[in-house]
């Protein structure tokens, strides 16, 4: 079965920092990753999405992540975090044609000020 | 974006009793809407799968009789949780696809049920 699995739960770190969250896939197909966020008390939104092209996706602020075919993985990064970039970011993947998303533990990120 | 707006936000609710919540997009037609169900600190989970004017898929361990949806027009669908438990409390989440596949989903704020 498909499956999303993202290995850090909750990350701290201090303005500034670098951030890079894990993201790995189990399906042997043509997929779709997205990356969501959900700030506090507010609604999932789409943070970055690939579909075909450039392994390299930009999203919104400044947030980008990496599809590595070989190794099943989306991880998202950004160079420099910012307090208000407080949130629980989830990965999803759905297949290809297909609608029916398949969405990773969450990882809760919390940017010290 | 689009949005999509649920209600209600929360709700507590007697042992046996129904719930219904509701799951509108505000601004576009949405031929697919889509149900989950997230149990603290973990992902969510796909409850089902609505199309308008159609019965909704249900995922594998759903009980459709006990989670009713409705998709009866292009902006809204219905979760109807039936004779509820305590075991049902959880945070209901709808989304809705625009027609054009965009491959965007828009996400509902969520609807917390507590079942006393």
């Known amino acids: 079965a498909q499956s999303v699995s993202q290995h850090n739960h909750h990350v701290i770190l201090s303005e500034a920092a670098s951030l890079e969250l894990g993201c790995n896939y189990s399906y042997g197909g043509t997929v779709n990753l997205f990356w969501y966020v959900q700030y506090p008390g507010q609604h999932l939104q789409l943070l970055l999405k690939y579909f075909s092209g450039d392994p390299l996706v930009k999203g919104i602020k400044g947030f980008e992540a990496e599809f590595i075919k070989s190794k099943f993985s989306f991880n998202l990064r950004k160079p420099s975090v910012q307090w208000s970039d407080t949130a629980e970011y989830f990965c999803?993947?759905?297949?290809?044609?297909?609608?029916?998303?398949?969405f990773g533990t969450g990882t809760r990120l919390k940017v010290l000020a | 974006g689009a949005v999509v707006s649920q209600h209600p936000s929360w709700v507590i609710c007697k042992s046996g009793t129904s719930v219904k919540i509701e799951c509108r997009s505000l601004d576009f037609q949405a031929t697919t809407m889509f149900w989950y169900r997230q149990f603290p600190k973990q992902s969510l989970m796909l409850m089902a799968t609505s199309n308008e004017g159609s019965k909704a898929t249900y995922e594998q361990g759903v009980e459709k009789d006990k989670f009713l949806i409705n998709h009866a027009s292009l902006t809204l669908s219905t979760l109807t949780v039936t004779s509820a438990h305590p075991e049902d409390s959880s945070f209901y989440i709808c989304s809705a696809r625009p027609g054009p596949d965009t491959g965007e989903l828009f996400f509902g704020e969520g609807s917390r049920l507590t079942v006393l």
């Open positions: 999803a993947v759905k297949n290809s044609g297909t609608y029916k998303y398949i």
